[in-house]
């Protein structure tokens, strides 16, 4: 039995922890802010989740399992859209083949005619599971 815990496996900060320690001036969480100060609550759930959470030896589940409780999975992030968004961010991230798929050409954010609303749901839903994923730079 692994007597660690999830956060522990997933996130092993020690080395980087005794580096910072040791360099005396360098150190940058007081430079950042006091410890008393405010933190976004997702942080400080995934932190204690993170703790109590025990680790197995299939990280891929772990994480898993970590972003569905955290409700950070695709299907739990669906849930948190609560407003439309416009065609022309769609449009900005989508890949060059999905635009052709879409819109009338890569340079023009209009829906082509013969698109039906569950294509464009379809469109914002890609659109939506990339934000904040880094992918919303790749033009493939």
Do not use: C
């Amino acid at each position: 039995m692994n007597d660690k815990s999830f956060i522990e496996v997933q996130f092993p900060v020690s080395k980087e922890s005794y580096k910072e320690r040791k360099a005396g001036s360098g150190q940058t969480l007081t430079g950042l802010g006091k410890w008393w100060g405010r933190k976004p609550l997702v942080l400080v759930r995934a932190a204690i989740l993170g703790i109590l959470m025990p680790a197995s030896k299939d990280t891929k589940k772990d994480m898993d399992i970590f972003l569905k409780v955290m409700t950070m999975d695709k299907k739990g992030l669906s849930h948190r859209k609560s407003t439309r968004i416009s065609a022309v961010d769609i449009f900005e991230m989508l890949t060059n083949k999905e635009r052709e798929q879409y819109f009338i050409g890569n340079n023009v954010a209009k829906w082509k005619e013969e698109i039906t609303n569950e294509e464009k749901y379809e469109a914002e839903a890609k659109a939506w599971h990339r934000l904040g994923t880094g992918l919303l730079m790749i033009k493939k």
